[in-house]
């Protein structure tokens, strides 16, 4: 059986642009919602995108639909791939991440294993996935689910959602919490990169942080 259902609305460019300046790790410290496994990592170095959630459910080792899907998909979409499961059978090698590239979406997230990495650097497609296998996924015409509720690496993802995907993992946000987010976070950026310049300027990070005087009101006590 095939679950079909349309593009979801795209979130607004000024989000995404705004999230852009943003890391998964400062979002991390306020935000406990939407976050992959830490193992679902980046292939390629260095990447960072944002985009607009598109979902993709596929079974096993059955890829159909993800070879059908991908023509489908616009600039700034990003792929989401729910594997059912397996954790064996990639999903996304060569020739599917070529595919991507010139389609021209933004990039994608797998929960389990790709495959081809080399040809994926060569296309230089940001992916994530669970690592590489040399096992492949192949055209059984099984069935599978598109722009559908997935589980993404244990965090569930609607269409439409907001996608940052960096260097330290995968952050799927509901459009609802999306500008207390972003506005939480901008706040947190500009305070730690304050908080960096009193570092170079010689002050200890336990007092910048309030950890020392923490401990310090600890042991006072105590010796009280």
Not at 11 to 19: A, E, K, Q, T
Not at 56 to 79: C, E, K, N, W
Not at 91 to 104: E, M, N, T
Not at 109 to 138: K, M, N, Q, Y
Request: proline share 5%; aromatic share 6%.
């Amino acid at each position: 059986m095939y679950k079909i259902r349309s593009l979801p609305t795209a979130v607004s460019p000024s989000s995404l642009d705004r999230l852009s300046r943003l890391e998964t790790a400062t979002i991390g410290h306020t935000y406990q919602f939407g976050f992959a496994d830490p193992a679902v990592q980046s292939v390629l170095p260095g990447k960072s995108v944002v985009g607009t959630a598109v979902t993709l459910a596929l079974p096993g080792q059955d890829s159909t639909l993800l070879h059908h899907v991908i023509a489908q998909l616009r600039p700034g979409d990003f792929l989401v791939i729910d594997r059912l499961g397996d954790t064996r059978h990639a999903c996304f090698g060569g020739g599917v991440a070529l595919a991507s590239k010139q389609q021209g979406f933004v990039g994608a997230a797998v929960d389990g294993p790709h495959t081809d990495t080399s040809e994926i650097a060569e296309h230089d497609f940001a992916l994530w996935s669970r690592g590489a296998s040399p096992i492949t996924t192949r055209l059984y015409d099984i069935g599978g689910g598109f722009n559908i509720p997935v589980c993404c690496a244990g965090a569930a993802v609607l269409p439409g959602y907001a996608v940052l995907a960096d260097q330290s993992g995968v952050l799927f946000i509901d459009p609802s919490d999306l500008d207390e987010v972003l506005s939480t976070a901008e706040v947190k950026t500009q305070r730690g990169k304050a908080n960096t310049e009193r570092q170079k300027s010689g002050e200890k990070l336990g007092a910048i942080t309030g950890a020392t005087a923490k401990v310090e009101k600890r042991l006072t006590a105590v010796e009280g």
